[in-house]
């Protein structure tokens, strides 16, 4: 079945460690994004890729830092884990020559300790 | 300041009503506004979306509508059912390349 897939989709980390966050989709979409979700706070874009070999900040960039070297791949890096990057985080992607509607993955769930 | 605002508490509703939900913006002009359903533990699933040029949008049980003077778009179920049950939320293309969303509506349907 086409789609997002997100890798892990849980998982424990001790504060200052470094974690990457997979995100795979076979739509040969063109733009990818990723989302964190908080409770009361909604979704919030971390970063962005319009097209493979470029990325672009969002609204909550920092400690976070993303790569896209083909068009299926989209990871999401935290160089040095602290405890408020704890939270569920959304891959998406889109057509962006579509109707901008967003496909999303099913989430990894990130506990920071 | 910009924001996206929709309405914070749960709503419960009986099975067969009809139920509208809310998303107020201030401090954009999106070109279009988009509904999205999620479910506990899942990612969000696209609905319906309404470009600035259309008053209304339907979809099977479902109908939206974008108003860009009073800065709202409304969302219809009709005859909700139990399966209705989830969050619901908006989001604007704010310009930004990627979409802005509201924090959502959770709707508990009752049967």
């Known amino acids: 079945i086409a789609g997002i897939t997100q890798a892990p989709t849980s998982q424990i980390l001790a504060a200052g460690r470094r974690m990457t966050l997979r995100c795979t989709q076979d739509m040969r979409h063109n733009a990818m994004y990723w989302y964190r979700q908080d409770l009361g706070l909604g979704l919030r874009l971390i970063h962005y890729?319009?097209?493979?070999?470029?990325?672009g900040k969002g609204e909550v960039p920092d400690g976070y830092s993303v790569s896209r070297a083909n068009t299926d791949d989209f990871p999401l890096t935290l160089a040095s884990a602290v405890p408020s990057q704890t939270s569920v985080y959304f891959c998406a992607s889109s057509d962006k020559g579509s109707t901008g509607e967003l496909f999303f993955g099913e989430g990894s769930r990130l506990t920071v300790l | 300041s910009q924001k996206i605002e929709q309405n914070s508490e749960a709503l419960n509703i009986q099975e067969g009503k009809t139920d509208t939900l809310t998303c107020n913006y201030t401090?954009?002009?999106?070109?279009?506004l988009e509904w999205y359903r999620q479910d506990p533990g899942r990612g969000p699933v696209f609905l319906l979306l309404?470009?600035?040029?259309?008053k209304e949008k339907r979809k099977e049980r479902l109908k939206v509508t974008f108003d860009t003077t009073l800065k709202q778009s409304l969302f219809h179920i009709t005859a909700s059912q139990p399966a209705d049950s989830a969050t619901y939320l908006c989001?604007?293309?704010?310009?930004?390349?990627?979409?802005?969303f509201g924090s959502g509506t959770r709707l508990q349907v009752q049967p």
């Open positions: 401090n954009y002009s999106p070109a279009y």
């Open positions: 989001a604007l293309d704010t310009g930004r390349r990627a979409l802005t």
């Open positions: 890729s319009n097209t493979a070999g470029t990325t």
């Open positions: 309404i470009r600035e040029n259309e």
